[in-house]
């Protein structure tokens, strides 16, 4: 008791003076002294390492620019909260420093901050993260800093680019842990606006080796391949190098890990690093391609290889960065407030304003400015890669930051990202678990067609047999899926509603049939893409034409096709009758005894033949054509009437649901599809006249036929069966309305949704889901039915060609015959007066009325030489 007790008194004082022996050795040059500085770091981590170094550069370029000399006590806290506490003590009471760095944990922060308070000493925390709570609690407290909470936003950017909707998120269990306080929060809102799951959170053990064991194995065993590590870098690299043992930096397995450990990668050994490979980093930016960056990054190099020859890396980090920045940020502040310290110091402090080595000096809420700006690499060989960057100010993805950069959402546009295990392809996210269980897919018994779903019990066997198209289209599915998948049917019975929130419950894996997709529904379940066309149409009973068939002798022909033979039968008779009228005395006469005879003359061609009796070669030449076009016209006709007399011809009921409104007809709708609420809220029907129906087909056939219900309202894969089964009596009518079809749900945040999704395209692509539907419909014996409107009536542009050709020729005879008729004149006319002699040769017959008439065509010879 007596030697416990002296080593419980014994330990504090020996503690002071180790810290005090560590904080002599680094004061700097001698001379009068502006300012006093504290600095608590672990100068057994690389951090710390970096961190002294980049300390007492900073203090003597300081001097050099400003000729003001700083003393800055730099202590070794070896990591150790409690020590760091006393040394927080130390420095305040005996160095009388006006200000305190470090340190870089949030553990130690606690205790320093805690003591700076109370002194009134201002505490600049070199810890990358503090809760929002710690200002207030600890005035005194300054993060210098930048927070790294927005990499979160990086982090989910990166997972979504690649599609994957779950995550493991592993972070670092300690007593006062910053990253379960803070970061862990900030990732659950950036991977929730992603719409990325966190399926398991999982506290990293920091000392006990069989805790890794066991949390990396239950990873291992679980289906998330997607893992996102926030560790501190020695909790970091051992986790890696445990998983490297355990085969889990293998294909399949992504690793994506935070700035607390990508900062330091450069200081990796070659032994370590290779348990790393393929790993994908966000990593805090700082410039460093400068002059200014060059000449610290040289000089860093060379002190730190002095003091350290140990490492093996020399290149400063972002740590080192930050120290060197948080050094000039004090020392600015204690220049310009000479030898004054305590809230007057704090002030001057959070007013700092500057553009340090790591960028913009600036407090918010005693807090640097977070980092906007992250480099993502990949770790491959010896080092790392830069794929690119990504910014939040620009949302997106750059493989440059110069002024040629473009950002797009995807961090596919970066480099080529190596995985681990070095696949050709990338990981899909997930992976059937190693102890996985046949998957338990519910299937709705008692739906509504048998040839959709149908389940069928075997009383022998004790077991069921399931079919359908629904069946078939999920294990066509499955069948293109990169990997096997095990799965056995499960026949439920009850509302689909109950079904969707078994999936919630984790009771069913899964339900495959005609399960429509509701918004209501996917709070429970989430849906695949719909594998039959969405839509919701209204099947009525057929009924006979009941038109007039008054002018269905018009139907064959359309107007313009009546019109042009009508056309071109009057002229093809004007020419006939123009060259044969000084032949033959019937072709004379009066004025309506002519008009008449030309009428009779061009229709009667279409019905005998006149040819024996023309007396000119060219009326014959022209009537040859015109009946032989009159003949392939009649016959078309006369087909095509024929058609239209003897097809059935058959129209829906109702073509509209604004008719059944009027008329306040009842409307049925199945109870599977949860149609009440659209039928009432969308389609505005009245709630009193819907009609439930709970069975199969046949009962919908009944209601139609009895003329209990004038329609029915079925999805549409429903209704193709029903209208193929009974396709003599109902057809479907009106528009197709808009629903979320039928669809395969699963559990909420499933990785087999999108693999599904990508399946289901490759079956449609492949003409496969065709061929089940077919299949389906074939079973029905669907006989076609036609209507009227199947026959369309027989168009000009089928007929141009005679019609020309006819036209063609009787216009040549008649140009013929008034060539021939000018020949034959004694004396030359031209212009109107050949206009006038041809009418007056025309009408010349009728003399005998019009006698004043002769004397104009008493030159003109008989014309009954023309051929």
């Not at 410039?287 to 990054?297: A, G, I, Q, V, W």
């Not at 004149?825 to 206009?835: R, S």
């Given at each position: ?16 003076l180790?810290?005090e ?25 690389r ?8 300390m ?42 006006q ?10 922060t ?36 930048p ?53 398991n959170?999982?506290?990293f ?15 291992k ?7 996102v ?17 355990m085969?889990?930096?293998e ?7 935070t ?6 990668v ?5 032994t ?6 393929g ?7 700082f ?11 040289m ?49 001057t402090?959070?007013y700092?304003?500057?553009?340090g ?17 992250f ?8 080092s ?11 949302n997106?993805?750059?493989?440059t ?12 546009s ?6 681990p295990?070095?696949p050709?392809?990338?990981p ?8 996985a ?12 067609f ?22 078939d ?34 009771t ?27 839509g ?9 034409r009941?038109?007039?068939k ?6 064959p ?6 019109g042009?033979?009508v056309a ?14 000084n ?6 006469g ?11 003359l ?6 005998s ?7 000119s070669s ?28 003897t ?17 306040n007809?009842?409307?049925?709708y ?33 209601a ?10 079925l999805?549409?894969?429903?209704a ?6 009974y ?12 629903t ?13 949704v ?32 036609e209507s ?12 141009w060609?005679l ?11 008649l ?8 020949s034959?004149?004694?004396?030359p ?5 050949i206009i006038?002699?041809l009418m007056s040769?025309?009408?010349a ?9 002769c ?13």
């Amino acid at each position: 008791m007596v030697t416990c007790s002296l080593l419980l008194f014994l330990f504090p004082l020996l503690l002071l003076l180790s810290v005090e022996a560590t904080a002599n050795g680094s004061a700097t040059e001698k001379g009068p002294v502006a300012g006093v500085v504290g600095a608590i770091v672990d100068q057994d981590s690389r951090i710390g390492k970096e961190a002294k170094i980049a300390m007492e550069m900073a203090i003597k370029d300081f001097y050099e620019k400003t000729n003001q000399r700083f003393h800055v006590h730099i202590v070794n806290s070896q990591n150790d909260p409690v020590q760091a506490a006393f040394a927080a003590k130390n420095l305040i009471d005996t160095q009388e420093v006006q200000a305190i760095l470090g340190p870089h944990t949030w553990e130690e922060t606690v205790m320093v901050a805690n003591i700076g308070s109370q002194a009134h000493i201002p505490i600049l925390s070199l810890a990358e993260s503090s809760p929002r709570w710690a200002s207030e609690r600890w005035p005194f407290l300054v993060q210098a800093a930048p927070s790294q909470c927005k990499q979160t936003k990086a982090i989910a950017a990166i997972v979504q680019s690649w599609e994957w909707h779950q995550v493991t998120v592993i972070y670092e269990e300690t007593g006062l842990s910053s990253t379960a306080a803070v970061v862990v929060p900030h990732l659950y809102d950036a991977f929730r606006e992603a719409d990325v799951e966190i399926t398991n959170l999982v506290a990293f053990p920091p000392l006990d080796s069989s805790s890794l064991s066991e949390q990396l194995e239950m990873i291992k065993r679980g289906q998330c391949r997607v893992i996102v590590v926030d560790l501190s870098f020695p909790s970091a690299t051992r986790l890696f190098e445990k998983a490297k043992e355990m085969e889990m930096m293998e294909k399949d397995y992504v690793w994506i890990a935070t700035d607390a450990f990508t900062s330091l990668v450069d200081s990796i050994n070659a032994t370590s690093i290779s348990s790393m490979q393929g790993i994908i980093g966000v990593q805090s930016y700082f410039p460093s391609n400068n002059d200014l960056h060059k000449e610290f990054h040289m000089r860093f190099r060379t002190r730190f290889s002095s003091e350290y020859p140990e490492e093996d890396r020399r290149e400063a980090g972002i740590y080192a960065v930050q120290a060197y920045d948080a050094v000039w940020t004090v020392c600015q502040a204690m220049f310009k407030n000479s030898k004054a310290g305590g809230q007057k110091l704090l002030d001057t402090i959070l007013y700092s304003k500057f553009n340090g080595l790591s960028g913009l000096i600036q407090f918010e809420e005693k807090k640097l400015a977070p980092g906007k700006i992250f480099r993502i690499i990949n770790v491959l060989g010896k080092s790392y890669r830069t794929l690119g960057f990504w910014s939040e100010s620009d949302n997106g993805f750059s493989r440059t930051l110069d002024e040629r950069a473009t950002f797009n959402h995807s961090m596919k546009s970066l480099k080529r990202v190596i995985w681990p295990g070095e696949p050709r392809s990338t990981p899909r996210g997930w992976a059937i678990p190693t102890n996985a269980k046949s998957l338990r897919i519910g299937v709705p018994n008692g739906t509504t067609f048998k040839e959709f779903l149908t389940v069928v019990r075997n009383p022998e066997e004790n077991n069921y047999t399931f079919g359908g198209y629904a069946i078939d289209l999920f294990e066509e599915t499955v069948s293109n899926l990169r990997y096997h998948l095990a799965y056995k049917f499960i026949p439920i019975d009850g509302n689909y509603d109950a079904l969707v929130q078994q999936i919630h419950d984790q009771t069913l894996d899964a339900v495959v049939g005609d399960v429509t997709i509701l918004s209501s529904r996917l709070q429970y379940a989430e849906f695949t893409h719909p594998y039959t066309v969405p839509g919701l149409v209204m099947v009525v009973p057929v009924r006979s034409r009941a038109s007039s068939k008054a002018w269905l002798f018009m139907k064959p022909f359309t107007k313009a096709m009546w019109g042009f033979t009508v056309a071109i039968t009057l002229y093809n008779g004007f020419v006939v009758w123009l060259i044969e009228r000084n032949h033959c005395s019937e072709l004379k006469g009066s004025v309506l005894n002519q008009i008449t005879t030309l009428i009779w003359l061009s229709f009667s061609t279409l019905f005998s033949l006149h040819a024996e009796k023309l007396h000119s070669s060219l009326s014959r030449m022209a009537m040859v054509v015109w009946l032989f076009v009159a003949l392939v016209i009649t016959q078309t006709y006369t087909a095509n009437l024929t058609s239209i007399l003897t097809v059935q011809r058959l129209e829906p009921t109702a073509t509209d649901i604004e008719s059944l409104q009027r008329s306040n007809a009842m409307i049925g709708y199945c109870r599977v599809s949860c149609l009440e609420t659209y039928l009432v809220q969308v389609l505005k029907f009245n709630p009193n006249n819907l009609k439930k129906y709970y069975s199969f087909s046949e009962d919908y056939v009944q209601a139609l036929r009895s003329k209990e219900i004038e329609a029915i309202f079925l999805d549409v894969p429903i209704a193709k069966i029903f209208t193929a089964k009974y396709s003599k009596e109902f057809i479907a009518a009106g528009p197709t309305y808009k629903t979320g079809g039928f669809g395969f749900a699963f559990p909420k945040g499933s990785p087999l949704v999108p693999e599904m999704n990508k399946a289901l395209l490759k079956v449609s692509e492949s003409g496969k889901a065709r061929e089940l539907e077919k299949k389906m419909l074939a079973t029905q014996n669907c006989e076609e039915m036609e209507s009227e409107e199947d026959f369309s009536s027989i168009s000009v542009t089928s007929y141009w060609v005679l019609f020309t050709l006819t036209g063609f020729t009787s216009t040549v005879a008649l140009a013929v015959y008034v060539a021939h008729l000018y020949s034959k004149l004694e004396e030359p006319i031209f212009g109107n007066q050949i206009i006038w002699r041809l009418m007056s040769a025309v009408i010349a017959p009728w003399g005998q009325q019009k006698k004043w008439f002769c004397r104009k065509i008493s030159d003109i010879e008989s014309p009954s030489n023309v051929p």
